[in-house]
């Protein structure tokens, strides 16, 4: 065989190679975050719940879901599992920032506005005399119904 009609198979071989070794690596450090859970560490499970880990078994974790609230899940569910200060950032509010607070709005990353003179935004007097001049539309709507059309 000629060997330039072997090139597209030897490229997809190895481009099908590559895909299955990254996706390998990416589930054996998913099971080896699982197998290092402990109690008392903070999880975020795949559905988005985050939680408490309290016992940890063969193929199932037990995790506190909220104070004397205990449920039993599979370790597979387990999507994440967190550090004190992430799981406390996120659950009790607690901030990690010394002090840093963000606004409700932009106003303040804005440049101070209130020295410049106010935008008028009401409607003028005189525009309620003023005729419209789109006369195209007048004439097209002149003597028909609605739906009816200049057909010949």
């Known amino acids: 065989m000629n060997p330039v009609t072997l090139l597209p198979f030897i490229v997809l071989i190895g ?3 590559l895909m299955t070794r990254s996706a390998k690596k990416k589930q054996a450090a998913a099971v080896q975050m699982r197998n290092e859970m402990q109690p008392g560490t903070g999880v975020r499970t795949i559905g988005g719940m985050y ?5 940890v078994h063969d193929d199932t974790v037990l995790l ?3 104070p004397g609230v205990h449920a039993v899940y599979a370790k597979n569910a387990v999507g994440a599992v967190l550090d004190d200060e992430e799981y406390n950032r996120i659950v009790h509010g607690d901030d990690a920032l010394d002090g840093a607070v963000v606004p409700d709005d932009a106003s303040s990353l804005t440049e101070d506005a209130s020295d410049d003179a106010a935008i008028d935004l009401e409607k003028k007097a005189g525009a309620d005399d003023a005729e419209p001049t789109d006369t195209k539309s007048d004439k097209k709507s002149e003597g028909k119904a609605d739906g009816e059309a200049d057909a010949k």
Request: proline fraction near 0%; charge should be negative.
């Open 15 to 17: 481009a099908m190679f």
């Open 51 to 55: 939680a408490t880990v309290k016992e």
């Open 64 to 66: 506190e879901v909220a």
